[in-house]
């Protein structure tokens, strides 16, 4: 019933830009911490960025901040990840998934999309 649909996910070169969508439905979508993973090969699965049902609320890994944006349009039940000036490590399956809980850890989010591949080449 409750199902994240990622897109936007493709082949770039380093330094260029993209945004990733998540499109939620079966959930009352403000009520929901929205958060964004990625997992590349043979590692784990790591926090990227979040969003609160506050607004404004956001946090990033630290590696992360200054190059990539989360926001939230409530109304079309979506959230966006806007990346800059990518690099080849961040080349992962990214992922999107909701909690009514304030957390960046894996073990806290209940929804999880079925990714989306970001490649980024030298």
């Known amino acids: 019933q409750v199902q994240l649909v990622e897109s936007g996910g493709g082949l770039v070169q380093a330094g260029d830009s993209l945004r990733l969508s998540c499109a939620a439905s079966?959930?009352?979508?403000?009520?929901?911490?929205m958060g964004w993973f990625r997992q590349a090969p043979g590692k784990e699965r790591e926090f990227v960025a979040a969003?609160?049902?506050?607004?404004?609320?956001?946090r990033y890994a630290h590696s992360m901040k200054g190059r990539f944006t989360i926001s939230r349009d409530n109304a079309k039940n979506t959230v966006y990840l806007q990346m800059h000036s990518l690099k080849p490590e961040d080349t992962a399956v990214y992922y999107c998934?909701?909690?009514?809980?304030?957390?960046?850890?894996?073990?806290?989010?209940?929804?999880w999309g079925q990714g989306t591949q970001v490649t980024v080449s030298s």
């Open positions: 969003h609160s049902w506050s607004p404004g609320s956001t």
């Open positions: 998934a909701a909690t009514r809980k304030q957390t960046h850890d894996v073990g806290g989010y209940d929804y």
């Open positions: 079966g959930l009352t979508f403000a009520s929901y911490v």
